[in-house]
Nanobody, 113 residues
Framework: VQLVESGGGLVQPGRSLTLSCAASGVTLSNYDMSWYRRTSGKEREWVATIERSGGGRVYADSVKGRFTISRDNDKNMVYLQMRKLGPEDTDVYYC???????WGQGTQVTVSS
């Protein structure tokens, strides 16, 4: 299984970004999928999870109301739409299924003016 996250970048506070997660070697529709984030030296923090059907979604309190997780099972992709970004959202973002697979390289999100 290989996970590839993309879409990160440098944005100003209050702006939006959408992250993408592509997988190979696995059919994502068989799994609930999650996004995580980590600042260097810290443990990965869970951000959001979407059920395999796309019906149920849960979010960490820190992102609730600002982030939206979604998926396209036909494309084997998972997304994270991030709005109203703040400096506290600066992190490397990763996708995985309950941490069961090797981590991808992640995608860096930096929120700064």
């Amino acid at each position: 299984v290989q996970l590839v996250e993309s879409g990160g970048g440098l944005v100003q506070p209050g702006r939006s970004l959408t992250l993408s997660c592509a997988a190979s070697g696995v059919t994502l529709s068989n799994y609930d999928m999650s996004w995580y984030r980590r600042t260097s030296g810290k443990e990965r923090e869970w951000v959001a999870t979407i059920e395999r059907s796309g019906g149920g979604r849960v979010y960490a309190d820190s992102v609730k109301g600002r982030f939206t997780i979604s998926r396209d099972n036909d494309k084997n992709m998972v997304y994270l739409q991030m709005r109203k970004l703040g400096p506290e959202d600066t992190d490397v973002y990763y996708c995985n299924a309950d941490r069961r697979w090797p981590w991808g390289q992640g995608t860096q999100v930096t929120v700064s003016s």
